[in-house]
């Protein structure tokens, strides 16, 4: 047994020695560390302790040494690696493996980020420490260690931090999180009446990378476009489409995990106001601007012109509507750019003509009327028929001629209207025209005048209704010619 003792010391100075020389890696995995700083004091005090006794029992070793070489392929047969298991510089145990203590940590970091907590907690980085070991026949209790390792381990909480202009505006709990809260902000500026049709390249900087992908929704596009069952004619401001071509944040966004020093998240609902916009103060601008690049396709109105054309068939100083206006239509595709849904940059992209306009046409009259007679007197009365000449009649002088036909009164001459006479005896309501030739006309009896004092008439024109005014009998036109002051027989000038 003695002899096993001194052995097994050997042994283990061996395993130790060996240990040192060997090449340990240090491994880095998510809260452990493999160190061998423990290992230099130890085989230090091994030789403290050990230098004297092996120096007394020079000769017995020589012995011992014989038999150990016999144990030895014994003891190398049953010699086991092992570790100790260190939380915070503390033992906790020994295990038979590192990996068995990997696993653990992986699968509790898979836990802690699976936790359904408020707030999420990770593993403290390098508080794990194991120390290789050797030793003959040993079990190290596995269990016990990693219970043991379960309870010493600590965690800190965690959370991801959102920055906006390289300013932190709030920590919410996880990415998915901050995700769906960027999400809405940017959501809020999709009309809604577009479609998104494409994903802007620009996306939040940080470690963390906001992927801004969602489904296009181009497929309710078409089958909205290819619904022909209903073909409307689209009239001026009806929209033909709205299509997002990109949107994106115009400030940069930076998501980054953080450990939380008060475990304090913000409201998700003041944050978003605050990165929205929409908080009590008014004024208060949005802290994240959304730019977005749309593109606009409208009916619009395209107004009828007003043409004006000279005609010689029209008075002077007269116009007449030819052809009545009619507006057109067109389509007009604008791309817009907008911020936090303004426009600030427009531009038309395309343009087509639906319905092309019909100008109004006027037509301006060109005809000048000269206000001097011809001489020559035309019928006033169309379809006439004289009823009573000039002359003594019942006792008085009869000045003209009376006529009947026609009910439309035209002017005997060129001429200007001298006189419009409205009166209840006599004449009743009557025209005279001074033909400037020496001739003056009277028209008398009528129901109705359309010419007024000092306008110019041509002959044939429509100058009032027959009536039967002032002192008549029956409808009819009383008809008088003057020539410088003297009357004169109207049917040796007819
Ligand atoms: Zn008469």
Redesign the pocket.
């Known amino acids: 047994m003695t002899v096993f003792r001194g052995t097994d010391r050997i042994r283990r100075a061996t395993a130790v020695v060996k240990n040192r020389l060997r090449q340990v890696r240090s491994i880095s995995l998510k809260g452990i560390t493999i160190v061998r700083k423990k290992l230099l004091p130890k085989w230090s005090a091994w030789i403290r302790n050990y230098r004297s006794s092996i120096a007394i029992t020079a000769v017995a070793a020589v012995g011992v040494v014989a038999v150990a070489i016999v144990g030895q392929q014994y003891v190398q047969a049953h010699m086991k690696d092992y570790y100790r298991v260190y939380v915070n510089g503390a033992l906790v145990g020994e295990i038979s493996s590192s990996a068995k203590v990997e696993q653990w940590m992986s699968a509790k970091a898979v836990a802690l980020s699976r936790a359904n907590t408020p707030v999420l907690q990770e593993l403290d980085e390098n508080q794990v420490e194991y120390l290789p070991e050797r030793a003959y026949k040993w079990e190290p209790d596995d269990e016990n260690t990693l219970a043991a390792l379960a309870d010493q381990v600590k965690t800190h909480p965690i959370g991801v931090e959102i920055k906006v202009d390289g300013k932190v505006v709030g920590v919410v709990r996880d990415r998915a999180t901050a995700d769906r809260l960027l999400d809405r902000i940017r959501d809020k500026y999709i009309p809604e009446d577009a479609t998104l049709v494409q994903v802007s390249a620009k996306k939040p900087a940080g470690p963390l990378i906001k992927t801004l992908s969602f489904a296009a929704s181009s497929d309710t596009a078409v089958a909205a476009a290819s619904d022909e069952d209903e073909a409307v004619e689209p009239v001026p401001g009806d929209t033909l489409g709205h299509v997002v071509t990109s949107i994106a944040f115009a400030n940069p966004v930076g998501l980054s995990h953080v450990t939380l020093e008060s475990a304090q998240l913000s409201d998700l609902d003041t944050l978003y106001r605050k990165l929205a916009g929409e908080s009590e103060d008014e004024e208060a601008k949005p802290l994240l601007g959304v730019q977005s690049i749309e593109e606009v396709t409208q009916v619009e109105l395209i107004e009828a012109q007003t043409e004006y054309q000279n005609s010689s068939d029209l008075r002077k100083g007269t116009t007449k509507v030819a052809r009545q206006a009619k507006n057109g239509s067109k389509q007009v595709t604008y791309k817009q750019i907008k911020l936090n849904g303004e426009v600030l940059e427009e531009e038309v992209i395309a343009e087509q003509v639906l319905q092309e306009p019909v100008d109004k046409l006027v037509l301006r009259g060109t005809k000048v009327i000269p206000g001097e007679g011809t001489g020559k007197f035309a019928w006033p009365v169309s379809g006439h028929r004289i009823t ?1 000449t000039m002359g003594k009649r019942w006792g008085t002088m ?5 006529i009947i036909g026609r009910r439309n009164i035209m002017a005997a001459d060129n001429g200007v209207v001298e006189q419009v006479v409205y009166s209840r005896s006599g004449l009743g309501n009557h025209v005279v025209i001074n033909h400037k030739n020496g001739y003056k006309t009277v028209y ?1 009896h009528m129901s109705s005048i359309k010419v007024k004092k000092g306008q110019v008439v041509e002959k044939g024109e429509s100058i009032g209704i027959m009536g039967s005014t002032g002192h008549s009998t029956g409808t009819h036109l ?1 008809f008088e010619i003057h020539l410088n002051g003297k009357l004169k027989n109207p049917l040796n000038y007819l």
Do not use: M, Y
């Open positions: 009573s009869h000045n003209g001629i009376d008398g009383h």
